[in-house]
């Protein structure tokens, strides 16, 4: 064959390669497949703890019982959460599981491709650089990617002019593990503040007492209280990957962590307001959702390395938004790829390089850190005109 021959046929198969993996219904089969074999995997060993622990609490709370401070699992989530984890619990530990992360991962690519004015081949390279770290954390079968597919779904919601579901979306997030709560600051960007504030508060008083539907009215407020103390308590039990453990500042901002939580959502909450002329602009509204999911877990007390999923989501969102990406956002772009996604996977990187790369130099934190304040200088500090080739969608 000649040199032309060659490099057409080599031409034709990278364009088929591309061609079959930004394709939605391809990509959505094969996540499918992956989530459902790596559960086959835990489930044949007897390894979805974390299951265990959603299961537990969630039979506890319906037999009147305090799931919290139990030694045989650490349940740390809201009453709230227990309700809406009853049918995937009472399945059992086998069938549950599947369903569970199944329905996961179902909900976390639909909501990647209901967002608005994002390219089809931007929703797919969305997926496919979260794919990863999304099958590892559903390997596990954690929470996060019920947190960061609530996150982007009551985003699209508010985008379409549907507030009282986004506002029942995001409770939902916030109720059952607070990170979610904080969208609600978004509210300020569309029509209609005060009525939206009215959802929240009533919302928000149907899912208070909610649990009452198992605990006596007595036992309401106390029940709030463990699940208040147990999150307190859920510090520095192991390796976490947040701001607060990088190892220079670790002894000093350890005493005043939650001065600093306040601090620092108060300091973006200035910078969000200033910028409320902003507030009409597509683009500012996607990069302050994503600074705003990437806070929840550098500024989280218990952040593990699959917990990036939540940010890189939002991060992702905010990235191509971009109307001008340089050499550095693109090299970010790949740095975080390869520190958040690829590098904690075993099976790409062998698990001394990891602890080397992730646990010694801490690289995975220091990169999001500077992706992070990248993505607050150039959306509150320095916004950028709002791309022309991202097209609305209807």
Known sequence: ?????????????TENISRFFLNRRNIFILG?????????????????????TFQN??????????????????????????ILFAPFAYLGMTVGPFVWNLFNFSMFFCA????????????????????????????SMQFNPVVAYLFLFAF???????????????????FCKIYGIFELALLLCYPKFWRNILFTVALAAVFVFLPLVSIEPS?????YARWAEVLALHVDQFQFYALFNLYPIHDLLTPVMTYVQMGSIALLAVLFVVNRKQFDRFDFRAGSLGILMGWVI???????????????????LWYWVQARKTRLDRTLFWANFVLLVAVPVDLVCPTPVMRFLCDTLQLNIYCFTFTWLRMIY???????????????EV
Not at 1 to 13: D, G, I, K, L, P
Not at 32 to 52: A, M, P, R
Not at 378 to 392: D, N, V, W
């Open 1 to 13: 064959f000649s040199h032309e021959t060659q490099t057409n046929a080599m031409s034709r198969f």
């Open 32 to 52: 499918f497949v992956l989530t459902f074999v790596l559960t086959l995997l835990e489930v044949s060993h007897g390894k979805q703890y974390n299951f265990f």
């Open 57 to 82: 609490g969630t039979f506890d709370f319906w037999k009147g019982e305090d799931p919290y401070g139990v030694e045989k699992y650490d349940f740390l989530y809201g009453p709230l959460f227990a």
């Open 112 to 139: 990647i491709f209901t967002l608005p004015r994002l390219t089809e081949n931007q929703k797919c390279q969305t997926y496919l650089y979260t794919a990863m770290i999304l099958a590892t954390t559903q390997m």
């Open 156 to 174: 699209t919601l508010l985008e379409r002019g549907k507030p009282f579901w986004a506002i029942t979306l995001i409770l939902i997030s916030g």
């Open 219 to 223: 036992g309401l407020m106390p029940f």
């Open 298 to 316: 550098l500024f989280s007390l218990s952040t593990e390395k699959h917990t990036y999923v939540i940010a890189l989501a939002g991060y992702l």
């Open 378 to 392: 150039l959306t509150f500090l320095k916004p950028m005109a709002c791309p022309k080739t991202i097209e609305a």
